[in-house]
């Protein structure tokens, strides 16, 4: 059975002073005196500077922001903190998404600073509030050809093949349904 991404985690972290000859603690305290306060320029430096590969180099980033959800006690702030001001119309859609995606089947649930992700052995789909009227949805659906709706990831995210734009819970239809079904079943 895959791992959580937790448990994936406290692998690195186990991993990390063998894989890089630091601690965790040691790269916390290099990350935080660097005065880099950007997810990119943390990564940016320990891959450029240190020669970290992009894994740990992310980790470290995550963990020095405390924006990933082990870093975050309760996971359900980072939902609120995603559909908060601006946004706050938008959690309908958020709501519509998950209930869809859970009649596909057992699903994890893994709140992410800026998105959610959805998994099954592995992700399958993601959802995260992209500007004040819209909702994205990714889906990993590699070999499927876009159409009508359903577009390539493109710039808007590396770790899924597919999107979707959804301004209202109305566009979670029975399209949207069938696609988080086929992404699900490919997890």
């Known amino acids: 059975m895959a791992k959580s991404p937790e448990e994936m985690a406290e692998s690195m972290i ?5 894989k890089t000859g630091k601690t965790l603690e040691q790269w916390l305290l290099i990350t935080n005196k660097c005065g880099a306060s950007k997810h990119g320029e943390i990564l940016k430096l320990l891959k450029t500077d240190y020669g970290m590969t992009h894994g740990y180099a ?3 980033a995550h963990k020095t922001l405390k924006s990933d959800a082990g870093s975050v006690g309760d996971t359900t702030n980072l939902i609120a903190a995603q559909y908060a001001g601006d946004k706050a119309k938008l959690k309908p859609i958020y709501d519509a998404l998950i209930k869809a995606a859970e009649r596909c089947g057992d699903i994890e649930i893994a709140p992410k600073k800026t998105y959610v992700s959805l998994r099954r052995s592995k992700q399958f789909a993601i959802i995260q509030p992209s500007t004040r009227t819209r ?4 889906l990993n659906m590699k070999g499927e050809p876009p159409k009508g709706r359903l577009e390539k990831s ?3 995210n590396s770790m899924v093949s597919h999107r979707l734009r959804l301004e209202t819970t ?3 239809d029975k399209d949207v349904e069938s696609w988080l079904k086929l992404a699900w079943a490919g997890a």
């Open 154 to 156: 493109g710039s808007f």
């Open 58 to 60: 992310n980790l470290v």
């Open 14 to 18: 186990a991993n990390l002073k063998e």
């Open 135 to 138: 909702v994205d949805l990714g």
């Open 170 to 172: 109305a566009d979670v």
